[in-house]
């Protein structure tokens, strides 16, 4: 059996299968069934976050000045790839004024909505530097 980046499983076939999945979850009615499995793939992203962020410690004092050769405040040739990173980060966005309407204390939740946005950018600039000077341009 080969590694799993061989091409062990025909593309097609592989399509098909994951149409087939989202198809019967498209049937589930009551969103509250996931929220087990929400909770698990939060603490596995919280857990692959630290653990890159642990090997990047190790890292850091290692080559310092080779790492940082190739790297430039803003890339003049692939910056534009940066927006579709933004559009996948803040993609619930949509979610914002129906959710409004049904809070408890509607008065109030801009300043979350604020909180988390702010949150949420400052932890991807935050990780994104700290990768950045771990790893240097790879």
Known sequence: MRGLGADWVD???LAMFTFWLFSLLCFVRK??????FHIFSDIMILMTVLVV????ISDWDKDRDSK???????????????????????EG????????????H???????VVAVIVSVAT????FGCFTTFAWGDL
Do not use: H
């Not at 969103?31 to 087990?36: A, E, N, W």
């Not at 509607?106 to 979350?112: A, D, Q």
């Not at 932890?123 to 935050?126: G, H, P, R, S």
């Open 11 to 13: 593309r097609m076939y």
């Open 31 to 36: 969103i509250q069934v996931f929220s087990s």
């Open 106 to 112: 509607p008065e109030s939740y801009w300043k979350i």
């Open 53 to 56: 962020m642990g090997f990047g």
């Open 68 to 90: 940082m050769n190739g790297v430039f405040a803003l890339n003049s040739k692939t910056f534009t790839e940066a927006i579709g990173f933004s559009i996948y980060a803040f």
């Open 123 to 126: 932890l991807f600039v935050t």
């Open 93 to 104: 966005i949509g979610m914002v004024l129906p959710i409004q309407d049904i809070t408890e």
